[in-house]
């Protein structure tokens, strides 16, 4: 009847503590099980049941085992002595656990955190033979307590998932959202059960709660599994129970349409307006996550950024070098300069700058070289933590890293250590430059001359890179102004090359739309004229160069211009 009587409880309870020693197995599980069941809970009760129960627990069978833990984990009642001989009970008789009782056991022990990996491998082994007898909530709680417990049984996740798929329709949204979710914790992909739980969820989307809704997409996007429709629902669905989403919820939605690319701006908007009354509640991966999803998609929403700021000011050392590194690359993608922020995630960023990784400081110094942010003490900090691991950095990651120094033109000893180290790294490993972007190649040549190191032989690497790809490259106007800067006083077969494929490609390659494109113009002018390839240069390349240039006069700053007008000139005199 679930009558709930809690003076009846607490009698009981004073009544049964003085005879527990009489109470055999079955009446100590039925007494813990039903106070559970009330949500009535009572230490001192729950303590000597413990107590009175290990002595003779080699009586108990295996309900009563499961209903012995289930209880005290419904009431988080922990009692570790307790769960250690449960487990040591169980396992000999692991073969006579019903679907139910495994389900129950295992789910207990990783509701209270009580780690037991000789158990979880026999619930493993004994469910696989009678998993067509395990219901959608038993076979969602399994997979989620080994899921939580970090515990991957490989086989045991495939036979659920197969299981699971015929009768995916009695899952409701909870298990539908527990699944995947439980699925991309353990990095176990199952494309077809994923298919699945999409076409299931789509109909009953509007019986998903918040934190369902963002437990799925997110499991989605962990596994990178596109299903365009189930984002769209979600969003639809999302949307009319936006002020139901507490924090995690809202960052997690986001951050999962972000990392798989799917654009939905109505919800970004909601979203953000949901999150600036409660910003103060976001912990400080949850604020990362969020401005990061927003920049990632290129989606304005400078109030939600200025109050980010003012939520992360106050707890930022409470972020971790992921976050950091995250927040200030969202803020400088998205041009959103905020002095105050960059300042505090610069000091908090120096005293944990050795935890950072090769991306996270590359990213870091990049977001406050483009947002023009000086900040020498961290630029020192994060050059003496890059020497010693600079063999991880990828290419985009040095030429951030270098491009990042050379911008803001630091030159203290450790900066200035960092030239040679990305030098002797790529002469050691060259094959670091064929995994380059184009932007890469032409990004590290400039950030070395713009820093005034000159190093001849990593020029030539990077030439030789660039002549391999010949035809293929796709540089856009800036990188092959760049790439002309660098290599316009370097003589050799290389550079020669060089400029031959700029010459052939730089015209069609010419980004109109871009507002920078006179000064791209005038750099590979002032690269020609400055250097030692003015004599390659085709009679009608200067001349077209010239009557792009005139086409964007109106937005030319006067340098450009006057680069411009004086090579024209000599190409006139020539």
Same mark, same amino acid.
């Given at each position: 009847?679930?009558?709930?009587?809690?003076?009846?409880?607490?009698?009981?309870?004073?009544?049964?503590?003085?005879?527990?020693?009489?109470?055999?197995?079955?009446?100590?599980?039925?007494?813990?099980?039903?106070?559970?069941?009330?949500?009535?809970?009572?230490?001192?009760?729950?303590?000597?049941?413990?107590?009175?129960?290990?002595?003779?627990?080699?009586?108990?069978?295996?309900?009563?085992?499961?209903?012995?833990?289930?209880?005290?984990?419904?009431?988080?009642?922990?009692?570790?002595?307790?769960?250690?001989?449960?487990?040591?009970?169980?396992?000999?008789?692991?073969?006579?656990?019903?679907?139910?009782?495994?389900?129950?056991?295992?789910?207990?022990?990783?509701?209270?955190?009580?780690?037991?990996?000789?158990?979880?491998?026999?619930?493993?082994?004994?469910?696989?033979?009678?998993?067509?007898?395990?219901?959608?909530?038993?076979?969602?709680?399994?997979?989620?307590?080994?899921?939580?417990?970090?515990?991957?049984?490989?086989?045991?996740?495939?036979?659920?998932?197969?299981?699971?798929?015929?009768?995916?329709?009695?899952?409701?949204?909870?298990?539908?959202?527990?699944?995947?979710?439980?699925?991309?914790?353990?990095?176990?992909?199952?494309?077809?059960?994923?298919?699945?739980?999409?076409?299931?969820?789509?109909?009953?989307?509007?019986?998903?709660?918040?934190?369902?809704?963002?437990?799925?997409?997110?499991?989605?996007?962990?596994?990178?599994?596109?299903?365009?429709?189930?984002?769209?629902?979600?969003?639809?669905?999302?949307?009319?129970?936006?002020?139901?989403?507490?924090?995690?919820?809202?960052?997690?939605?986001?951050?999962?349409?972000?990392?798989?690319?799917?654009?939905?701006?109505?919800?970004?908007?909601?979203?953000?307006?949901?999150?600036?009354?409660?910003?103060?509640?976001?912990?400080?991966?949850?604020?990362?996550?969020?401005?990061?999803?927003?920049?990632?998609?290129?989606?304005?929403?400078?109030?939600?950024?200025?109050?980010?700021? *003012? /939520?992360?000011?106050?707890?930022?050392?409470?972020?971790?070098?992921? =976050?950091?590194?995250?927040?200030?690359? &969202? #803020?400088? $993608?998205?041009?959103?300069?905020?002095?105050?922020?960059?300042?505090?995630?610069?000091?908090?960023?120096?005293?944990?700058?050795?935890?950072?990784?090769?991306?996270?400081?590359?990213?870091?110094?990049?977001?406050?070289?483009?947002?023009?942010?000086?900040?020498?003490?961290?630029?020192?900090?994060?050059?003496?933590?890059?020497?010693?691991?600079?063999?991880?950095?990828?290419?985009?990651?040095?030429?951030?890293?270098?491009?990042?120094?050379?911008?803001?033109?630091?030159?203290?000893?450790?900066?200035?250590?960092?030239?040679?180290?990305?030098?002797?790294?790529? *002469? /050691?490993?060259?094959?670091?430059?064929?995994?380059?972007?184009?932007? =890469?190649?032409?990004?590290?040549?400039? &950030? #070395?001359? $713009?820093?005034?190191?000159?190093?001849?032989?990593?020029?030539?690497?990077?030439?030789?890179?660039?002549?391999?790809?010949?035809?293929?490259?796709?540089?856009?106007?800036?990188?092959?102004?760049?790439?002309?800067?660098?290599?316009?006083?370097?003589?050799?077969?290389?550079?020669?090359?060089?400029?031959?494929?700029?010459?052939?490609?730089?015209?069609?390659?010419?980004?109109?739309?871009?507002?920078?494109?006179?000064?791209?113009?005038?750099?590979?002018?002032?690269?020609?004229?400055?250097?030692?390839?003015?004599?390659?240069?085709?009679?009608?390349?200067?001349? *077209?160069?010239?009557?792009?240039?005139?086409?964007?006069?109106?937005?030319?700053?006067?340098?450009?211009?006057?680069?411009?007008?004086?090579?024209?000139?000599?190409?006139?005199?020539?």
């Amino acid at each position: 009847m679930d009558h709930h009587y809690p003076k009846l409880f607490d009698e009981v309870a004073k009544a049964a503590i003085p005879i527990i020693g009489t109470f055999n197995s079955q009446s100590l599980a039925n007494t813990v099980n039903a106070f559970a069941k009330m949500d009535h809970l009572h230490p001192m009760l729950f303590d000597e049941v413990a107590k009175a129960a290990i002595p003779i627990i080699g009586t108990f069978n295996s309900q009563e085992l499961a209903n012995t833990v289930n209880a005290f984990a419904k009431m988080d009642h922990h009692h570790p002595m307790l769960f250690d001989e449960v487990a040591k009970t169980a396992i000999p008789i692991i073969g006579t656990f019903n679907s139910q009782e495994l389900a129950k056991t295992v789910n207990a022990f990783a509701k209270m955190d009580h780690h037991h990996p000789m158990l979880f491998d026999e619930v493993a082994k004994a469910a696989l033979p009678i998993i067509d007898t395990f219901n959608s909530q038993g076979l969602a709680n399994t997979v989620n307590a080994f899921a939580k417990m970090g515990h991957h049984h490989p086989m045991l996740f495939d036979e659920v998932a197969k299981t699971a798929i015929p009768i995916i329709g009695t899952f409701n949204s909870q298990s539908l959202a527990n699944a995947v979710n439980v699925f991309a914790k353990m990095d176990h992909h199952h494309p077809m059960l994923f298919d699945e739980v999409a076409k299931a969820a789509i109909p009953i989307i509007d019986t998903f709660e918040s934190q369902n809704l963002a437990k799925t997409v997110n499991a989605f996007a962990k596994m990178h599994h596109q299903h365009p429709k189930l984002f769209n629902d979600v969003a639809t669905a999302a949307i009319a129970i936006i002020g139901t989403f507490n924090s995690q919820s809202l960052a997690n939605a986001v951050n999962a349409f972000a990392k798989m690319d799917h654009q939905h701006p109505k919800l970004f908007d909601e979203v953000a307006k949901a999150a600036i009354p409660i910003i103060g509640t976001f912990n400080s991966q949850e604020l990362a996550n969020t401005v990061n999803a927003f920049a990632k998609m290129d989606h304005h929403y400078p109030m939600l950024f200025d109050e980010v700021a *003012k /939520a992360a000011i106050p707890i930022i050392d409470t972020f971790n070098s992921q =976050d950091v590194a995250n927040t200030v690359n &969202a #803020f400088a $993608k998205m041009d959103d300069h905020h002095p105050m922020l960059f300042d505090e995630v610069a000091k908090a960023s120096i005293p944990i700058i050795d935890t950072f990784n090769s991306q996270g400081l590359a990213n870091t110094v990049n977001a406050f070289a483009k947002m023009d942010h000086h900040h020498p003490m961290l630029f020192d900090e994060v050059a003496r933590a890059a020497i010693p691991i600079i063999g991880t950095f990828n290419s985009q990651n040095l030429a951030n890293l270098v491009s990042a120094i050379a911008r803001t033109r630091q030159g203290s000893e450790s900066c200035r250590a960092v030239y040679s180290a990305i030098a002797d790294m790529i *002469k /050691a490993n060259y094959h670091c430059l064929k995994e380059a972007s184009d932007i =890469d190649l032409s990004a590290i040549a400039y &950030a #070395f001359l $713009k820093g005034g190191h000159v190093d001849d032989e990593l020029l030539e690497l990077i030439g030789i890179e660039v002549s391999r790809r010949g035809a293929e490259l796709s540089f856009g106007t800036q990188a092959w102004g760049h790439l002309a800067a660098a290599f316009k006083n370097y003589q050799s077969p290389v550079a020669d090359k060089v400029f031959e494929l700029l010459f052939c490609s730089f015209l069609e390659q010419v980004d109109k739309s871009d507002e920078r494109v006179l000064e791209n113009i005038a750099d590979v002018y002032n690269a020609i004229l400055a250097g030692e390839h003015f004599n390659d240069v085709p009679s009608d390349f200067l001349t *077209k160069l010239t009557k792009l240039a005139m086409e964007y006069s109106s937005r030319a700053r006067m340098e450009d211009v006057r680069d411009i007008l004086v090579g024209a000139t000599r190409e006139d005199i020539r």
